[in-house]
T-cell receptor, first 118, second 110 residues
């Protein structure tokens, strides 16, 4: 149990295009999903928190118009990188928190999406 | 602002040896996590520590938490090559919003 998937796992796009990344909780309902960004050989930085049915909360310094987050259902959140540029190239990881029997105080991480913007 | 610092950032050790990774954090928190990350992969949860004095062990890894000192340790006993990875601690700053340490890149040589 407590599996989180992301799609796609890798994406390469041209500068100026938009890219959508999906994060799904496969076997539990995720009341909250988190989006992190990780540069090569660096740590993870929280970008935003999304709760089902409400607007995402963005961390300081993260442009909400650039990184659009939608959490339309209890099993799906999407991150859209709009008008992507090479500096947006990064490893994007989502995590989900919800009702998982026997497991408390944890969030479960997806496998990550590697975005390369040319 | 919560800051989380790990040391060392790089650790190269021989199989069979013991070592400890330290995680210091700057403000009070209810929860501390340890994760493992292999190259090109996402995070694998190792431990969740919820209270002062908490100690958890899984195989050759043992984690402890001292909330008064704002310090957690990850101890590796008799290291084996398979434990080579990057290890992160992360502290909950509230509502499970995690602040991660810089990571410790562990290399275990035969």
């Amino acid at each position: 149990g407590a599996v989180v998937s992301q799609h796609p796992s890798r994406v390469i796009c041209k500068s100026g295009t938009s890219v959508k990344i999906e994060c799904r909780s496969l076997d539990f309902q995720a009341t909250t999903m988190f989006w992190y960004r990780q540069f090569p050989k660096k740590s993870l930085m929280l970008m935003a928190t999304s709760n089902e049915g409400s607007k995402a909360t963005y961390e300081q310094g993260v442009e909400k118009d650039k990184f659009l987050i939608n959490h339309a259902s209890l099993t799906l959140s999407t991150l859209t990188v709009t008008s992507a540029h090479p500096e947006d190239s990064s490893f994007y990881i989502c995590s989900a928190r919800g009702s998982v029997a026997g497991i408390h105080n944890e969030q479960f991480f997806g496998p990550g999406t590697r975005l390369t913007v040319l | 602002e919560l800051k989380v610092e790990q040391n060392p950032l790089f650790l190269s050790m021989q199989e069979g040896k013991n070592y400890t990774i330290y995680c210091n954090y700057s403000t009070t928190s209810d929860r501390l996590y340890w994760y493992r990350q292999d190259p090109g992969k996402s995070l694998e949860s190792l431990f969740v520590l919820l209270s002062n004095g908490a100690v958890k062990q899984e195989g050759r890894l043992m984690a402890s938490l001292d909330t008064k000192a704002r310090l957690s340790t990850l101890h590796i006993t008799a290291a084996v090559h398979d434990l080579s990875a990057t290890y992160f601690c992360a502290v909950d700053r509230g509502a499970q919003k995690l602040v991660f340490g810089q990571g410790t890149r562990l290399t275990i040589n035969p």
